[in-house]
C-alpha cells in the first residue's frame, strides 16, 4: 500500500500517520521528493482502515497494491 501526502503535508501531520501506523503494528519506508513525501507500508494491508487512514490530515491519497495471482 502507498500513501501519498498532500503538497505542503507538514512534519506534524507526517508523524501522526506515521503512529497511526506503528499503533497497528506496520512497518514503512518514506520516501521524500521535493512536492510529496510518499510511505510505503508493509505487512498485510488487507485489514487496514483504509477510510480511517484517508481521512487523516495531510493525506492525499492511497494506493491499494493488487495482490499477485
Known amino acids: 500500500m502507498l500513501i501519498v501526502m ?31 513525501t510518499i510511505i510505503g507500508v508493509i505487512g498485510d494491508t488487507a485489514a487496514v482502515n483504509r477510510a480511517e487512514l484517508e481521512s487523516q490530515p495531510g493525506v492525499h491519497v492511497i494506493f491499494k497494491i493488487p495482490e499477485e495471482r
Open 6 to 36: 498532500k503538497k505542503g503535508a507538514g512534519e506534524d501531520q507526517l508523524r501522526k500517520v506515521k503512529q497511526y501506523l506503528v499503533d497497528h503494528d506496520y512497518d514503512f519506508h518514506q520516501s521524500t521528493g521535493a512536492n510529496r
